[in-house]
């Protein structure tokens, strides 16, 4: 694996690949074809290894594209594996309470995919939480990630399954996808307040009441958490060789900003300055690429500046900032010259293909 290849949880794509086994959507063929879900299956000790980033995004891909279970993210996710817990999943369970758990998560989200991305947001009595992925990734693996939240926050409170309190509560939730024909699933996970936005790429986030945050966790250990925590630390997240020394290792931390993968570096300049980066060559001054460079190497991480660019602006145009703007308002928010390319890109949302 080359060394500024991002990479995930081994155990991610362990448990995403027998999940979509046991629900026919993937064959075993296609798992074996991937070493590292072959040594999985084999029941290989894998909690502190390293895959590939693609390797996730690439079932995820093929769970779209071969099933047509509007809510197979929701089952995923709803699906309960104590066995499959990483190491952030082993940290977080010793948390003092939920909102401890939950921060802790967000901070240190690259131990479980570098490529996703949570937000925390106060909203009054409620806290708001965002879902969303940085690369491409289809809608069923964002739901996955808002129902396993529900779900493993549940278990981590130790909330009493006989109560039928096997999902955090949910006060509101907002889906960027149309109502699906076979909904009762989703109203039984995010309760009668949801939302289908419409909006293939739009905001996905939903709303909790914020003194559940206080929630103490029963299996909360400080000397384990702290243990678990300096653990997390030493290891290696963009790609670096397990046998690289302890020496090595935290040298190469503080070059993870050059060593992460372009695509997210671009991201990240867009977040930073979308009118100064939506200009490429803004963009290839700033990583020190020319024009072609960056292009081939974008398409190598199967995306491209366009694509970055309109992931930005759709994540823009349906932030709650953008809500009640004018044209001119809208079109400098999204980093347009003039309003009438701002209006041309927000019709074309309609022809953007749901779940991209």
């Known amino acids: 694996m080359p060394r ?3 990479t995930v949880s081994a155990v991610a794509v362990k448990d995403l690949a027998q999940a979509l086994q046991r629900r026919g959507v993937l064959a075993s063929a ?7 879900a072959e040594a999985a299956v084999a029941g290989v000790e894998i909690n502190e290894q390293r895959q590939a980033e693609s390797a996730l995004r690439a079932l995820w891909t093929e769970a779209r594209n071969n099933s047509t279970d509007d809510a197979l993210g929701l089952k995923i996710g709803l699906q309960v594996n104590p066995a499959a817990r990483g190491l952030l999943a082993r940290w977080i369970a010793h948390c003092a309470t939920l909102g401890e758990a939950l921060t802790t998560f967000i901070d240190h989200i690259q131990l479980l995919n570098p490529a996703e991305r949570w937000q925390l947001l106060p909203a009054g009595d409620d806290v708001e939480i965002r879902f969303e992925f940085l690369l491409p990734y289809p809608q069923i693996a964002v739901e996955r990630s808002m129902a ?3 779900a493993w926050g549940a278990v981590l409170a130790g909330f009493d399954v006989a109560d039928d309190r096997r999902l955090l509560p949910v006060r509101k939730t907002e889906l960027a996808r149309t109502e699906p024909a076979d909904s009762p699933l989703f109203y039984q996970t995010f309760g009668p307040g949801i939302c289908f936005t419409g909006a293939p790429g739009g905001v996905n986030r939903l709303w909790l009441d914020a003194a559940l945050l206080q929630h103490p966790l029963p299996a909360a250990d400080v000397y384990l958490r702290d243990l678990l925590a300096a653990r997390a630390q030493q290891l290696p997240v963009f790609g670096m060789s397990a046998g690289m020394s302890s020496a090595a290792q935290a040298n190469s931390a503080g070059q993870t900003a050059a060593k992460a993968p372009l695509s997210l570096r671009v991201l990240a300049l867009l977040e930073q300055d979308i ?4 200009q490429i060559q803004a963009v290839c001054t700033a990583v020190h690429l020319s024009r072609s460079t960056l292009f081939r190497r974008l398409k190598s991480e199967h995306t491209s500046f366009t694509e970055l660019l309109n992931q930005q602006r759709l994540r823009l145009a349906r932030s709650p900032q953008a809500q009640g703007m004018n044209a001119a308002e809208l079109a400098y928010l999204l980093g347009f010259c003039d ?3 701002c209006y041309k890109f927000m019709r074309r949302l309609r022809s953007f293909p749901a779940g991209s």
């Open 4 to 6: 500024n290849e991002l």
């Open 30 to 36: 296609q798992v074996s074809a991937d070493s590292a």
């Open 148 to 150: 396993a939240m529900l």
């Open 275 to 278: 009118h100064k980066f939506s």
């Open 339 to 341: 309003s009438s390319s």
